[in-house]
């Protein structure tokens, strides 16, 4: 029971995240286009295998750390959506190359060269910056000469990514896919096979997924959906709940939650109470939520169990060990956050 | 070496927190006043020991599970200076202190009551709110009938705490100082002793600790001191920094590091880089900090090491497992982050 928690813990609503799974997954069957779910919204193998279980083709992570622990779990064709540099994540890359199946994506000549420097042919994308202005080569002329570099080098070449952030707009995204496309297209023109185009999110998911030469879609948030995503993506529902205990109240004005920004990220907003209309959450500090009473005839007591839900589930979850996945009110099952 | 350090990974400087260490012991040196200071910035079981040799009466903590680790490590005179409330956590602490040397501070006569119930004399302090507008009693009068309840109900009155907050000025310090020393006076004219007054932090030890009435001090972000609290505690060097790798870079505009919101925290403000004038962080996302090159002549390289300066290092630790002691750029020792 729900009851016999300690505070704060992290509520998985397994009707919500069930159904959003539902969502996804009945848009992939039938499609050429798959999905390959980011991982580093979770952290949780179990939701990981029940979305392969649903027909994801893979898992996409964005850390070397969380790739070891998929390849650990025995998850199958693993992407790292994300570059990585430097003499120790190189060796510790070739090393989980050995044991795996893991694609990386790269955008620096320099990282190929080491890559290659080790003679494993290890399998390889170019991440293409699509509008995020944060990793990825920036042109097409770009993505071809790193796909050169990796070939001449004797690895994999797989294909491309780009990751355009949430997703502003139809517009946005279709100029972020057509960027990617174009990238295709000049290099096939080259000669070059093109096995994987990676992108989407999951505000962006349908228009990624029907966008011609996208092969995959990387979004992952919608199966742990927070209400900050959640309001740009209405397909989903939000997933996440904090549960935590009034430990101090002065009466008529505030409230005090023994949870604060080390179990409960504010770095995308405030989040807000479940059911209390009357009351709003004020100020989150290192180990308290203060919460100003509106509406003094709310009875709210020392001890009283209130749910705050979830603004910014990405940077929460990686503050818990585990999620309590709820339904009705009881405990059905408990879900380790690995990653 | 810190070249073999997986990154990101949290450094701290020996000689800067050492000498930090020295200077707030000195201070208590031939006082009436002590320390004990708060566990929860450094959740570092071996960072407490060196208060502790160097004189601290014992250790203050935040949560019932940093009173936990505490005592699973022997650590003596625990002060949790928060409230718990409900049963969960009312069996917990009632468990704690039967093995552990162990005070609680309280603010509400539900849970005094709740206590009481299991019929195990438990020392308490009464929390008053001097300013913070947080937890605590809002009076004398609600403090001396806190006392009275403790007292009636067959507990151990220990006595005050009160925390003021980061200190704003000398002014606002010797204000919540004096309603303290307030409560103390009329809990002793009612002939109620008070043995403990808690108070202070690593911005007000000095005015705290020479309040008459203040028997001890709280301070604890001394010894991990961050830029942000560093910014007006001008008595401490800041001894935590980020190291991360360059993993893309897009000549002369930007470089990404990966090292982002799930191991730096922004919540008080972007953090700098150290000993780089000729960039600056722009973003932190998840897995990444942006960083604009303000001064294109600056050579970096993807696969350089960079580090980065904790703004907020209280919410930085709690991302993290373990700190490096460095000194000259060596790893002179391992810092386990039990809390």
Redesign the interface.
């Known amino acids: 029971m729900l ?5 704060p813990a992290l509520l998985l609503d397994l009707d919500a995240m069930e159904a959003n799974l539902e969502k996804m997954a009945a848009f992939f069957r039938g499609r050429t286009t798959a999905l390959r779910p980011h991982y ?1 919204n979770h952290k949780c193998v179990a939701l990981a295998r029940r979305q392969l279980a649903a027909g994801a083709i893979g898992v996409t992570c ?2 070397l ?1 969380e790739a070891g622990v998929l390849a650990d779990h025995g998850i199958p064709g693993i992407l790292i959506a ?8 190189i060796r ?1 890359f070739l090393d989980l190359a050995q044991r795996a199946d893991v694609t990386l994506a790269v ?2 000549p ?2 190929v060269r ?1 890559l290659a420097a080790h003679r494993s042919p290890v399998k390889l994308l170019v ?1 293409v ?1 699509v509008g995020l ?4 080569v ?1 042109s097409a002329g770009e993505a071809l000469r790193l796909a050169r570099e990796i070939i001449g080098a004797g690895l994999i070449f797989r294909g491309l990514m780009g990751y355009e952030g949430r997703i502003k707009s139809r517009e946005a995204c279709e100029a972020a896919m057509a960027r990617l496309a174009g990238c295709r297209s000049l290099l096939e023109q080259n000669g070059i096979p093109v096995e994987i185009v990676s992108a989407g999110g999951s505000g962006s998911y349908k228009i990624a997924g029907q966008y011609p030469g996208i092969t995959e879609i990387q979004a992952g948030s919608y199966v742990v959906m927070d209400t900050d995503y959640g309001a740009i993506c209405p397909d989903f529902a939000p997933v996440l709940r904090l549960l935590a ?6 009466e008529g004005r ?1 409230f ?1 939650l ?1 949870a604060g ?2 179990s409960l ?3 995308r907003g405030l989040p807000m109470l479940k059911d209390m209309p009357g009351a709003r959450l004020r100020k989150l ?4 939520a ?1 919460v100003d009473i509106l509406d003094a005839s709310a009875p709210v ?3 009283d ?1 209130i749910e705050i839900r979830v603004h910014y589930g ?2 929460t979850i ?2 818990h060990d585990r999620m309590y996945g709820v339904r009705r009110g009881c405990i059905e099952e408990v879900f380790a956050i690995e990653g």
């Open positions: 009851d016999a928690l300690e505070t580093k964005a850390t750390r994300n570059e990585i540099a430097g003499a120790v994540k510790q955008d620096h320099d990282v080491a991440d910056d202005d944060r990793c990825g920036a205990t009034v430990i101090s109240k002065t505030r005090v023994d920004l080390k990220s504010g770095e500090s290192a180990e308290h203060i007591h020392v001890g169990r990405d940077a990686n503050l």
